[in-house]
């Protein structure tokens, strides 16, 4: 029963739910068990939070007994990246220099996910204030993939992506800054959605870099990830960039997938040397198989989308150095003092020497050095017009198709350690989901099969235009159902059976 | 502390042109902060909260919150630009200001940079030889305040010594326009009291839109004044020194007076000025160096990007440059008309930069003539001993009444002073210091009888004066009464009396 719980998507456990067949402690406990069973060898949890949990399970349950509508999410649990504050639950970003710190307000899409009554399970591992593409930078140590635990789940949402692939939750909340949802989603074989930029509210989030960080949904389905998009999407008052107009429903356009007439723009830059053989592969079947349904694949070309990386690793970092100024000891978080004590200046500096990781630093310095006098105009300065030509690129593609496509990153999962060394390769992992961010269009990355080298899962890549959200679940629901059908099922039904793992004493010591 | 050698001012004049520039910022009384929905301790609703009960997880800089724009403040910056004659910018953008700082929650300041709100304005600004001078201003920005930093353990409540410091972020994010002129040329002996009159009329303007409460002893107006000199025939500007702590009209001219000596004394020696920012010492009337300041000064401004541009709609600058009141000199007019006053009583009143004081005062209904005579008389005599401006020891309310109860016959001009010591003490309103002190003039003529015929019949050979026609003899008597009526008498009234008395 409980095994079943877990492998429901989150529609089915919604349904079971308002049907009364299950209730939402019963679907709680079911993946508080699944968690302490898989979690010492997943490490995808930094915090689980099962009272806070199961209590907040029996109000949904007693409210539905009371007769409240509920939304068709009530009561299915959900993970939450840790980059997203939590009212009574720490909230690290994955950084050594916030442990312990327990914010005092929700974070506006938590907030949503918890009107709709879902049920907040914990928090999720992440590179260190989500700057990486492996999870190896969390201060707190690495997330495994379910699908093999000697490689990397993707970053900086792993943990996010590998909680909702190792059946710990069926949805969870990520944010996307370069790639972080889909790019965890194309190697965990999960669905992950960074929705327009201004979608959903940046309130709560931990900033990295304001103008590109985008939350969004982390699921199974694509299905799910609309219902849960429908959630947390929507105008906030509290963040000035969330864009103030309504929404249509995505589960609707989930409901509704046709793709006949449908025109998809194959990216050319993104489809050739540097790709693994299997991904494109995937990547060129997934396309055949629309076009048998009737859309129109097309190629064009973005010939700026080269920069993109260069343009990206100066305005990042030009804006973490100064977001993550704030955390300087002063007012929370960690406070290390020199020996013999110091002056407001040295403890700053203690605390943050001692609190960011080697690649937080590094970025850092990085942006520290773009936004200086005389070096503004030619780093800082000239990414934004790299950044406009980016989006005139994206903006000229749109008016030849509908959809672009890509495969979502260059290669499978890699193995713990493979780029740890070398920045620029890793950085290099997130060519093709960096583009969106830079122009603020909405992706979606879904499943296409398992590479045939390595048996290990790939992603394609379907990006449109800003506030279009809705042609991303449409083309993606119809391409789930097509490759489900060949497959006999959805591809995580061929992950490995991770419940060989359990728990042990001193694993759980270490969560 | 070395004391500096000073140039007479006179001397330095006739070597020197002084070019002066000056950077007000005026707090906003808006109900909210400029981008958190947390009170505004400059709204006088806030002013005097604990420290840190002001404060949401925006302006303490809590990781993931972001800034939301204050409406009320836009208009207020964009109402404050039109009245200094700026231009609208039609779009502006708020930038970062990155440096590290406990009173600075984020460790940057939200402010404006390349994009201010409002531009190339100018204002005219009266002296008090009748000169008008046209004060062009650069331009005027929106940011956010700091917090505020209490040392403890020092001597001195610096930085320097304290054994820690407090941080209070009741201040933090409160709205910010910060005034900026171009270099002031022309001024020569008049720069100091140009520098003051120039902020007395941004006073001016800041209480005539409501938009401030503009009380510089509580800091929501603050200047700082940059002072440069340049040999008589140079074209080249001098290197300039940037005043800070400058907290008072009186303050402001003697700053920029101390400086122009100051750096007068250093270059006719043949030394230079050093480019830096000084601190005003109130108690000793001269500046302190404090942190060298230079142009390159390297604070990595960056567009914000958690806001939008900010972008008035032409309608909305119409709307408001429609409700602008009068500008301070057609308004000067106009009251000296109302109040029948001469050019010389008027004059008095605007050099002492009390004209809004007074306004409100016979707003608060006090004859224009009485209130005049207590802002520039006894209470400008309590401001100067006490090292203050006049403004900050009272406020025009309470004036109005002290006047109204001397003209009900309920206080005498002596009884009157007292009284207002007592309120300039903050012993509370005339009615209640009356009250309290039992200070009222005996108006009951039994009381005042009595003591009459006690002091009288004390002084057989006054009565028998009085009773010759010798009515001045009557002063030793008055006198008596009013010792015995502790002052509280209304002596006319004594006099009065003492004739009947001797009479029957």
Request: aromatic content about 6%; charged content about 20%; hydrophobic content about 40%.
């Amino acid at each position: 029963m409980s095994d079943d719980l877990i492998r429901l998507s989150a529609a089915d456990l919604g349904a079971k739910l308002a049907a009364g067949e299950v209730s939402s402690v019963e679907a709680t406990r079911a993946h508080l068990d699944r968690i302490a069973a898989v979690d010492g060898a997943v490490h995808a949890f930094l915090h689980v939070a099962g009272e806070h949990a199961l209590e907040t399970a029996a109000a949904v349950d007693a409210k539905r007994a009371a007769g409240d509508k509920l939304g068709p999410l009530a009561g299915v649990p959900i993970a939450v990246k840790d980059v997203l504050v939590t009212k009574g639950m720490p909230s690290t970003s994955g950084s050594r220099i916030l442990e312990g710190w327990i914010p005092p307000y929700d974070a506006t899409p938590v907030t949503k996910v918890r009107e709709a009554g879902l049920v907040p399970l914990g928090k999720t591992n992440m590179d260190e204030f989500a700057m990486g593409s492996s999870t190896e930078h969390s201060a707190y140590g690495p997330t495994h993939n379910p699908w093999d635990l000697e490689r990397i789940p993707g970053g900086s949402g792993g943990g996010s992506a590998a909680s909702v692939a190792a059946f710990e939750a069926p949805l969870a909340l990520g944010s996307d800054t370069g790639g972080s949802i889909r790019q965890p989603a194309h190697v965990t074989g999960t669905v992950g959605v960074k929705p327009t930029y201004g979608a959903v509210s940046r309130y709560g989030s931990i900033a990295l870099a304001s103008s590109l960080d985008q939350i969004g949904p982390v699921t199974r389905t694509v299905l799910d990830a609309a219902l849960l998009h429908d959630v947390i999407a929507g105008h906030d008052p509290l963040d000035s960039t969330s864009i103030p107009e309504s929404w249509p429903s995505m589960a609707e356009a989930v409901r509704r997938a046709d793709v006949s007439g449908l025109r998809i723009g194959v990216i050319k830059e993104l489809d050739g040397e540097g790709f693994q053989a299997g991904v494109r592969q995937r990547f060129h079947e997934s396309l055949d198989l629309l076009a048998k349904q009737g859309a129109e694949i097309v190629e064009v070309s973005a010939p700026h989308f080269e920069y993109s990386i260069a343009a990206y690793y100066l305005i990042l970092p030009a804006e973490a150095s100064s977001n993550l100024a704030k955390f300087d000891s002063v007012r929370f978080g960690l406070r290390v003092t020199p020996d013999g004590g110091g002056t407001v200046e040295q403890v700053m500096a203690a605390t943050r020497e001692a609190g960011f990781g080697p690649e937080v630093k590094r970025r850092i310095i990085l942006g520290t050095y773009a936004l200086s006098a005389g070096y503004y105009d030619a780093y800082y300065g000239s990414a934004q017009k790299v950044r406009t030509l980016v989006q005139r690129d994206f903006d000229a593609a749109f008016e030849q198709v509908d959809v672009l496509a890509s495969p979502t990153a260059p290669t499978t999962a890699f193995k713990f350690g493979e780029k740890l060394a070398d920045p620029l390769s890793m950085y290099l992992n997130d060519i093709a989901t960096i583009p969106a961010n830079l122009a603020g269009v909405p992706g979606i990355s879904v499943p296409a099969g398992l590479a045939p080298e390595d048996g290990l899962p790939v992603g394609i890549q379907f990006l449109a235009p800003a506030r279009e959200d809705a042609r991303l679940y449409n083309v993606g629901g119809v391409l789930e159902q097509l490759l489900e059908a060949e497959w006999g099922g959805p591809l995580l039904a061929s992950a490995p059976d991770l419940s060989t793992h359990e728990l042990t004493a001193t694993e759980e010591g270490a969560l | 502390m070395a004391r500096a050698e000073l140039m007479d001012f006179d001397k330095a004049l006739e070597l020197f042109e002084p070019v002066i520039g000056l950077e007000v910022h005026v707090e906003l009384n808006t109900t909210t902060k400029m981008f958190s929905p947390a009170p505004n301790p400059a709204n006088s609703a806030y002013h005097g909260a604990e420290p840190n009960t002001l404060v949401s997880p925006v302006c303490l800089g809590l990781p993931g919150s972001l800034p939301v724009v204050n409406g009320d403040a836009v208009r207020s910056s964009i109402s404050l630009g039109l009245a200094l004659g700026c231009s609208i910018a039609p779009s502006s953008r708020f930038a970062r200001k990155n440096y590290f700082y406990p009173d600075l929650a984020k460790n940057y300041q939200i402010s404006q940079y390349d994009e201010p709100i409002a531009f190339e304005g100018s204002v005219q600004v009266e002296l008090v030889n009748g000169r008008v001078f046209d004060v062009p201003i650069e331009r005027a920005h929106m940011e956010e305040d700091a917090g505020k930093l209490t040392h403890v353990g020092g001597s001195t409540g610096r930085i320097q010594g304290a054994e820690y410091s407090l941080v209070d972020y009741n201040r933090a994010g409160v709205p910010l326009v910060e005034i900026v002129t171009k270099p002031i040329f022309g001024a020569e002996a008049d720069a100091p009291e140009l520098a003051k009159a120039y902020v007395s009329t941004i006073r001016d303007i800041a209480l005539s839109l409501g938009i401030s409460e503009a009380r510089m002893e509580r800091g929501n107006l603050r200047c700082d004044a940059n002072v440069s000199l340049r040999p008589r025939g140079a074209e080249q500007l001098g290197i300039r020194t940037e005043t800070k702590n400058v907290n008072s009209f009186r303050s402001i001219e003697r700053a920029v007076r101390y400086e122009i000596q100051r750096q007068a004394a250093i270059l006719a020696k043949g030394g230079s000025i050093t480019q830096e920012t000084r601190h005003w010492h109130e108690d000793t009337g001269t500046t302190s160096p404090g942190r060298p300041k230079s142009d390159a000064d390297d604070y990595r401004y960056f567009p914000e990007p958690d806001l939008l541009p900010v972008v008035p709609s032409a309608e909305l600058i119409e709307e408001l440059r429609a409700a602008l009141p009068e500008p301070p000199a057609a308004h000067r007019r106009r009251l000296k008309a109302e109040w029948g006053f001469t050019d010389l009583e008027f004059q008095d009143v605007a050099n002492s930069g009390l004209l809004v004081e007074l306004e409100e005062t016979v707003k608060a209904g006090a004859t224009p003539a009485a209130a005049r005579k207590w802002w520039t008389g006894e209470i400008a005599r309590l401001a100067n001993a006490a090292g203050q401006d006049a403004a900050s020891l009272v406020i025009p309310e309470h004036v109005a009444e002290l006047a109204q109860l001397v003209d009900a016959g309920t206080l005498t001009d002596r009884l009157a002073r007292q009284v207002l010591e007592g309120v300039v003490a903050g012993e509370g309103s005339p009615q209640q210091i009356v009250d309290a002190r039992g200070l009222a003039v005996v108006s009951d003529d039994g009381a005042l009888i009595a003591a009459i015929d006690e002091a009288l019949a004390s002084q057989p050979d006054v009565l028998a004066k009085i009773r010759d026609g010798k009515v001045q003899a009557a002063g030793a008597v008055i006198g008596a009464v009013m010792k015995a009526m502790h002052g509280k008498a209304d002596a006319a009234r004594v006099r009065e009396l003492v004739l009947e008395r001797a009479q029957g």
